[in-house]
């Protein structure tokens, strides 16, 4: 069919992919670590406070003390790259392209930060997508996470006139891909080290306790995902939490806490984190450099951080198998 002369451009239709991960300020310092906390913890599903008693409390205490030490731990492990987090994804999302060719539009954004969700989806709209798949990066389901991803999709979406369709890759957190994936990962990392670990403790993401009783899955999806992969691997798996903040409870046990106890047991750890996709401040600060230096401080024999799937084989194969699933009738 011919096209009136007067009318606009019109990509041809393609699918779209986009894939989503928490975020990261723009720079290891002060001023961008305030821009990025203050979005992050301004989102009613990540701090679960009445607005009128968190903001002031936000803005008066957390936003002047913490930033400048966050940008010090974020300079302890930013690459000639940028933030390892956003390396990584943008590294996720340039082979998962290469995988799919010309039939898919892949691209990546930020839940807080650069590249934002709105401006993400818009570009994939331009290039012709009329239907998109949005993929949040979080093996185990949790509100603050998962949900906050649908919520802000949904609010650009309001914004547009013509909506793509859209679709959400669900939690993968037991699924065979997804464990295969850590089973080779971990296999490898263990198979590399110079010493056999006492314990293997995988260390996910703390949430508060509330979260739980409130009916949010993460804690039973992340114990699931623990017992399966210990089933595949043939040994035990220990749990723990990280990231505690505030007073409230946290869910139990804590890795720091952990780290602790076994090291003043005078065990070896070999510590991982198939809760994150890609490694960031808080695997490779929090659990590589501060766990390490409190577990060899308790009196710990051997430690070693094993790295996340990232952009490596594994982690892309599985990466590739759930998105062609669910690009099913698309594709």
């Excluded at 990261?24 to 009128?52: G, H, K, N, W």
């Excluded at 996470?145 to 793509?164: E, F, M």
């Amino acid at each position: 069919m011919t096209l009136p002369p007067d009318h606009p451009p019109v990509a041809a239709p393609r699918i779209g992919v986009l894939l989503v991960n928490l975020g990261t300020p723009d720079a290891p310092d002060a001023p961008s670590v305030r821009r990025y906390l203050a979005e992050f913890l301004s989102d009613r599903r990540v701090v679960e406070i009445p607005q009128i008693l968190w903001q002031p409390i936000l803005r008066g205490i957390i936003l002047t003390t913490r930033p400048k030490k966050s940008a010090h731990a974020y300079a302890q492990v930013w690459t000639d790259d940028g933030s390892p987090l956003a390396a990584i994804t943008r590294a996720q999302s340039q082979a998962l392209q290469a995988a799919f060719g010309e039939a898919v539009q892949v691209a990546h954004a930020m839940r807080y930060g650069k590249p934002a969700i709105g401006p993400a989806i818009d570009a994939l709209m331009a290039a012709g997508c009329r239907h998109i798949l949005v993929a949040p990066l979080y093996p185990q389901y949790c509100a603050a996470t998962t949900a906050t991803v649908v919520d802000a999709v949904g609010k650009h979406l309001q914004t547009l006139r013509w909506q793509p369709a859209i679709r959400f890759l669900p939690p993968y957190h037991d699924d065979g891909a997804y464990l295969d994936a850590l089973k080779q990962s971990v296999e490898g990392g263990l198979a590399a080290l110079d010493f056999t670990p006492d314990v293997l403790l995988a260390s996910f993401h703390g949430m508060p306790e509330r979260t739980l009783h409130l009916g949010d899955p993460y804690h039973c999806q992340s114990r699931k995902t623990a017992r399966l992969l210990s089933d595949a691997l043939g040994r035990p798996v220990e749990v723990a939490f990280q990231s505690r903040f505030g007073r409230a409870k946290w869910l139990e046990p804590a890795t720091d806490t952990l780290l602790e106890t076994l090291g003043k047991q005078g065990k070896s750890v070999a510590i991982f984190a198939p809760g994150f996709a890609a490694d960031c401040l808080e695997t490779l600060e929090e659990l590589a450099i501060r766990g390490k230096q409190q577990f060899e401080a308790a009196g710990g024999r051997r430690f070693a951080y094993l790295p996340c799937l990232n952009a490596d084989a594994p982690g892309m194969a599985m990466l590739e198998a759930l998105v062609r699933r669910e690009l099913a009738g698309w594709l």
